[in-house]
């Protein structure tokens, strides 16, 4: 059991996500929902947490229990408490994973990461996306066709404001004529992101078994190679001989 | 006089260029209207060579003289040889820039410059091409719409054989369901490059002015910071005493 | 005079800088000295702002006149306050250059920019350091030696707790036996951002002329190639049709 | 045994490697010291090839049964045949990781993967040399302390002529007053590429446990995710009609 993944899913799952049209597709919410199927994988083992638990759902027990963090939020970006987004961030510098999904390009906790705004274009049309894996050699991508369609969601469009990833896995097509850069790779100190674009709450994206497969392998890619404790900047011996 | 930038436009030019089709959108071949446009800058001096000229047109004198070379090849990538291709990649990493379009992305100069292999999807059906600017910061980049159409273009599609690039700059949609990261920038050296996908033969994209104006502001992206001679790996005396 | 960079050195210049020891080598503050120098070049206007003027020196009217911010602080990383950070890292993120000096590796505006903690080991024992240009073909590096010696300089040693750069322009070796990556590039969207590490406030680093020919030179590579407005998410109209 | 990774160490192993000062230290070539620590890692079967073998020991054969290929030459670059080059090139692109060891740096390999020349400069001082674990969170960095001696060295410095690497794992200090970033990794297409610097063979780098480690780790991290056959960029059918 040692090797297995300890995983958290966040989610606000307020009032919004649980009126008819959202709970008719995520019953008890986005975050049980993608729980469930990372639960169906044997290596890993997925809890979750919400806005209103206490602490937010993000104290420090949860953290520390945490090996991979997915975090999907929208309405309620400014309601995640600062000194709570600190904490998370210190998580993931000293080796937490983290994985952003669809909104979370605007949450304080991806742009405290990143350094940018997350800016980019959007538009609410139910329309079909392509998503594309321009990587397909990344660990992200194994099992994953060269290309899958979306029947629905929410486009997104370059330009991204977000700085360039150590890894583009996907970039997808829309069909209202736009492109974006779908699934990105970044490293912060001790932490890897990720950061996926699927999943309006309205369209069922994360009962597709594609995407399902892809988070998954998220998880896995994102897993701590190692975990530090707190830090500050060292003082350091000399290690030779200094004005000889 | 002396900042003007000198550009040498490479072309192969061999018989199919010059057959009706395709003459009757360049009469004079690609390599003479990429340097008519880019003579229109007055910081801007290009003149032309193509594979049968001596030396292929790639002679030390050429390439001595040219800031920035401009490289479109297609049917004959096979046929430049290797002794000459070595001559171009030794220029760029002493200071050359180089900018490679369309189907460059197999020519010799780039697979040893990138050490990749170039490697994409592609269909030839006069579709329609969005080209979005996905990095609107950098100066290739200035004064170019945040998308722009091209009507009928050769499509090029991912995965793109190529390393993760310094920069993406555009990434264009095309009508049929792909995507392709179609505007990089990569550095080897003191060289610059840049990858640009507009430019199928019977199509007239160079005559267009948005294509126009991301060339010539490659162009000034990729004209050498500095310039070196010829080097060997130099031995170095101690600048602190060994074994004090 | 359109084209003269402003740049603005922001310092803390609290009691520890005028106290004799650093006042003997900097009389005026670390800021007014490397206006000085800033200003000697015909195409750079500098001036200063310290944080105990108003709005810390940070108010719209100053940044939305800076092309390019200097940040010196040490001690009173803590006291900036967040929502000054904030308009600092924004305007970053619309354009401004930003160039961090020594211990504002730790500064609230470079961990906001650049996501991580900033961490490194440091010694404060006087040592030798040698700065060599790892990237000689960069702007940042011309006109610098392959190598400098700096006589006396508080160690930063690595790991630093930094994404991996877009350059490494500069890596230093000090005589107590570390090294340090001391020179590094950055993009956050549309502004560019430079570390350098020399310059503790107890030695005449800023007097020394190769280190205000780094400084200069990042000046200038760090002004904003275009500067945008304040900009939320937009929404955008489909440019084809959509479930045709 | 399915998931053991298949090794092979290349070694030019011609006679000045036979010669009593190199001969004392790998009695047996360097090739073969470094397969055994190699085999003393229950995941990892190591076998050796050397340049006087059949197709210069990179047969298809040879290639097709090795998951990571370890190179180490020095002064007969040059020999090594272009189509076996070619062969190593594509079969890196294609999956297959590779590791170059010291001089390895200017093997046409390295070379043709990283597209440039691989200057450095040099000392053969047997000086002391401090390796410095520049990204700590690094596979290839794990168990590695942050900091280790290597008693004796040939020097190696910046400026190093290799594209920004993807990780910049170790920096070097030496004693002569010289910094060298040698650890550093690559990707290409499918292929994983780490670079690492000691090893010269009169001195008995490959002896040290924390190199042997350093190594070891390597061979895990480069390690193929996904292997693909020999692939020409293919025609693709148009997913969404085209022209409508």
């Known amino acids: 059991m040692e090797n297995v993944i300890k995983v958290t899913v ?42 209103s638990d206490p602490e937010q759902g993000l104290s420090e027990a949860v953290l520390d229990a945490t090996d991979v963090l997915v975090w999907w939020g929208h309405r309620y970006h400014g309601d995640v408490q600062d000194h709570l987004v600190q904490r998370v961030v210190d998580h993931v510098r000293r080796g937490m994973g983290i994985i952003f999904l669809h909104s979370a390009h605007e949450s304080k906790p991806m742009k405290s990461l990143l350094g940018t705004s997350g800016y980019l274009g959007w538009r609410e049309a139910g329309e079909k996306c392509r998503v594309w894996a321009a990587a397909p050699a990344h660990p ?46 970044y490293q912060r100190e001790y932490g890897r992101i990720f950061y996926f674009q699927p999943g309006h709450e309205t369209y069922p994206a994360y009962h597709q078994p594609v995407i399902q497969q892809v988070i998954t392998n998220a998880v896995k890619w994102a897993k701590p190679v190692t975990r530090i404790a707190l830090r500050n900047c060292p003082q350091m011996e000399a290690l030779e001989k200094i004005g000889g």
Not at 149 to 174: L, N, Q, R
């Open 10 to 51: 966040w989610n606000e799952y307020l009032k919004e996500q649980q009126e008819p049209d959202v709970a008719s597709i995520y019953p008890d919410g986005l975050h049980k929902a993608i729980a469930a199927f990372l639960n169906r994988d044997s290596g890993i083992s997925a809890g979750v947490s919400i806005i």
């Open 140 to 185: 992200i991508a194994q099992g994953i066709p060269g290309q899958f369609v979306i029947e629905h969601e929410e486009m997104y469009s370059e330009p991204f404001g977000v700085p360039e990833p150590d890894a583009t896995v996907f970039i997808s097509w829309f069909e209202g004529g736009n492109v974006f850069r779908s699934g990105l790779c």
